[in-house]
């Protein structure tokens, strides 16, 4: 079974940058549609990015393009969101996901992802 842990998370100031890793264990990502979404106090869980088993996509939520960048290493079997010109209203606790799908298809609402991580906390702050 399929199972992911994040890392990279921290205390950042405007206009910085983190990249958050996904580790996965278990079985390969080669056939999962991955992706991350965050949470911040008192809002609903949000999709910030996600990409295909194929690397079809990625899709990024209007809040983010531009700045995050979601991508793949199949051989270190690894997830990661490159962050840059971070902003205070991207504090959240940031979570990967993935779902076991083969193909172009990717998915935006957390219903469609089966795998979890624990969650990263992001605090963008001066």
């Known amino acids: 079974q399929l199972q992911v842990v994040e890392s990279g998370g921290g205390l950042v100031q405007p206009g910085g940058s983190l990249r958050l890793s996904c580790a996965a264990s278990?079985?390969?990502?080669?056939?999962?549609?991955i992706g991350w979404f965050r949470q911040a106090p008192g809002k609903e869980r949000e999709g910030v990015s996600f990409?295909?088993?194929?690397?079809?996509?990625?899709y990024y939520a209007d809040a983010v393009k531009g700045r995050f960048t979601i991508s793949r290493d199949n051989a270190k079997n690894t997830m990661y969101l490159q962050m840059t010109s971070l902003k205070p209203e991207d504090t959240a606790v940031y979570c990967c996901?993935?779902?076991?799908?083969?193909?172009?298809?990717?998915?935006?609402?957390?219903?469609?992802?089966?795998?979890w991580g624990q969650g990263t906390q992001v605090t963008v702050s001066s």
């Open positions: 996901a993935a779902v076991e799908s083969w193909g172009d298809s990717y998915y935006i609402k957390p219903d469609d992802y089966k795998y």
């Open positions: 278990g079985v390969s990502l080669d056939y999962y549609t």
């Open positions: 990409i295909s088993s194929t690397n079809v996509g990625p």
